[in-house]
């Protein structure tokens, strides 16, 4: 059992190391313990974990910085067949990203609870004119 944990230690540190230099994330001193021995997190949550910084990171330095011109850029992208039918890229999609940013990833019922943003209304209206039910 010693063994194993020593090769799945190993293999992580080489896995984390591979991320990191792949995306051009340079490894922080605050992220170090992903490759150190903690033996509760695997390769695959590893990645999670520095998907979701570089994500952020993203977010914050690239796409905030353009919040004044994010809704005109937003006209000109491309719909999604996998996307609502009322859904508006230059006014969701921007809505979704201060929601990310606000609440934080994968917090979609506070996003979508959100006064400040357009899906609360949207729900609402639509639970109204009966086009959205409620599953019993």
């Given at each position: 059992a010693k063994e194993l944990e020593k090769q799945y230690d190993v293999k992580r540190r080489e896995y984390v190391a591979s991320l990191s230099s792949d995306s051009?994330?340079?490894m922080k001193e605050d992220m170090s313990w992903l490759a150190c021995g903690d033996i509760s997190l695997s390769s695959a949550?590893?990645?999670r974990v520095l998907q979701r910084v570089t994500l952020f990171k993203n977010l914050r330095e690239k796409i905030l910085p353009m919040k004044e011109e994010l809704p005109k850029l937003l006209?000109?992208?491309r719909l999604s067949t996998t996307l609502p039918s009322w859904w508006i890229p230059s006014e969701h999609d921007t809505a979704l990203i201060h929601g990310?940013?606000?609440h934080g990833f994968g917090q979609w019922e506070k996003i979508c609870s959100d006064p400040e943003l357009p899906f609360l209304a949207i729900a609402e209206e639509r639970m109204k004119s009966g086009v959205a039910t409620?599953?019993?």
């Open positions: 051009n994330v340079e949550q590893c990645k006209t000109e992208a990310v940013v606000k409620i599953p019993s």
